[in-house]
Structures are given as C-alpha cells and as structure tokens.
C-alpha cells in the first residue's frame, strides 16, 4: 500500500469519525436546548443526506446506480435496510441522546460490533476466540461503569436512556449484517443513499416534516447544516473512500475516535459532566472495537 495512499486513508477516515461524533452534539444541542424533536429531525437527515447521496451516485454512476431496483430481491433487501436498517440505527441513537447525552448515546451505541461478532459466531457454530472474549468482557464492564458509575444502588443515567441506548447497539448491528448481500453486488453509496431516501420518506409519514419543531435561530441552522452536511453526506463520503484506501478494517478501527469526538465536544461545549468513571468506561469500551479490530484482521 503507498505511503500516500494509506495517509489519505487513514486521513479521511479519521476525519468521518469526527463529523460524526461532533454531528451527536450538535443533536443534543438541537434537542435540549432549542427543543427539537429526535424523530423530526431524523427525519429531515435522512431525506436530505438521502436525496444528495443519491444524485451524487446518480451523476458517477449513471445507470448503474438503478439496477438495485430493477431486482424485486434486491429492492425488498434495499427496503429492508432502509426501513429497519437506516431508520432504527438513526432514531434509536437520536433518541438515546435526547434522554442522556452524546457522548453516554455514543458510546453505548459503540457496544454494537460485540452484538455483530455475537451473531457471526452463532450462525457459524464456532466458540469466540480469546481475543472476542475479552472483548466482551471490556464491553460489559464499560457500560458497567457508564450506567452505574461502579455503584449497584442507582443509575447514573435514566433507564429510558439505558434501554434506548443498548436498542441502538442492536440496530447498529443489524444495520452492519444486513445489507452485506447486497454489498456484494451495488456500490455502497448507492445503498447508503437509497436506504437514506427510502427511512426518510417512510418516517415522514408519522413525524409531519412540513411542521417545524422546535425554536429556530442561526444556532439552530448552523447545527442542523452541520449535521445534514458534514455528520452524514461528507461522514459517509469520507468513510466510503477510506475504506477504498487503506480496507474496511483500518477504517473501522479509526472510526474508534467518534465517541472520543462526541465526549470532548460535549464536555467543552455543552458542559456535560463527565466523571472518572465515565472516562475509565470509555476507555474499556474503545478497547473492545480495538480487540475486534485485531480479532478480524488475524481471521
């Protein structure tokens, strides 16, 4: 692999992670303190994001960007992604931060590749290897000391916020397993933006887009033009083209640096206490994606 090329890899994909972390605070800001509404804003992200991924696979795909539809197969997987997929991995975060906060939402999504590796290791009928063990044992003592901040007698966070949060893990790794198929045969942009496009319509039918929520202001629109702009089109962009350079494993490793993006911005920010406990259960759960990581590269 050239020097420049793994550079630029390893660049981008550090710099998706960032959008994407700093994209959950600006969220948290939206929600609490100009008092939108998660799925609404879901919503507009993904209809938006959605509608420019696809014109943008359109314009560099031509043709090739429709064949997914062409295939009532391939059309009811895409569907499926879009619906299940795209829409739950979104609201299930979103909604996460809204109860607790991004950097809390973050990282309990983070918790997902072990539900992944968890999946995978029962469809094939094969034990975990040690590496995975341990893995799962980070897993649990971080969100351990996130949720309790080492005490069994209360909960540091809100069980709403628990539960929503360990809902996104979930949604994350059906989001991950899911289109894998169809992976295989279309180009990921083209399935990102569709799935985008596809959650958003649907979930317009439920949350009224056309009726503004919240209180707007320049705050207001500069956070949700970061969000729509860089936390999801130049995220997944990003993302997509480091994966191209440098492979999906390197790539996935360094998207280890979101929750760290989304803490710091919401500490310094938004003032959000963050106490020691948290910190140690960031590091114990960033360890478990690191161990994956390495698990995956050696199989």
Not at 76 to 87: E, P, T, Y
Not at 102 to 123: D, E, M, N, R, S
Request: hydrophobic share 55%; charged share 10%; net charge positive.
């Amino acid at each position: 692999m050239p020097a420049l090329q793994k550079f630029s890899g390893f660049l981008l994909a550090s710099a998706s992670a960032i959008f994407w972390g700093v994209s959950g605070t600006c969220a948290q800001f939206l929600f609490q303190s100009k008092g939108v509404d998660p799925a609404w804003l879901v919503t507009w992200r993904m209809c938006l994001a959605g509608g420019v991924l696809v014109l943008f696979s359109l314009a560099k795909e031509k043709r090739a960007a429709l064949l997914i539809w062409y295939s009532p197969s391939s059309a009811m997987k895409l569907l499926l992604f879009g619906l299940l997929g795209m829409v739950a991995v979104q609201f299930t975060y979103f909604y996460s931060i809204s109860l607790s906060n991004a950097a809390t939402a973050t990282l309990l999504q983070y918790i997902g590749p072990v539900f992944v590796f968890a999946f995978y290791a029962f469809k094939l009928k094969r034990w975990p290897s040690l590496l995975e063990f341990i893995s799962l044992f980070f897993a649990l003592i971080g969100t351990f000391l996130l949720v309790t901040h080492g005490s069994l007698d209360a909960l540091a966070i809100s069980k709403n916020a628990v539960f929503w949060g360990i809902l996104s893990a979930l949604a994350l790794a059906f989001y991950t397993i899911q289109p894998v198929g169809l992976l295989r045969t279309f180009s990921a942009a083209s399935i990102t933006g569709w799935g985008m496009l596809c959650g958003g319509i649907f979930l317009s039918l439920f949350t009224q887009p056309w009726s503004i929520s919240g209180q707007w202001d320049g705050e207001t629109m500069l956070a949700f033009a970061y969000i729509v702009l860089f936390g999801t089109v130049l995220a997944f962009y990003f993302f997509l083209q480091s994966v191209s350079k440098i492979g999906a494993t390197y790539a996935s490793l360094m998207c280890s640096i979101e929750p760290l993006a989304a803490t710091l911005t919401a500490v310094f920010w938004l003032e959000v206490p963050f106490s020691s406990y948290d910190w140690i259960g960031s590091v114990f759960i960033l360890g478990t994606v690191g161990l994956l990581s390495l698990s995956k590269k050696k199989e």
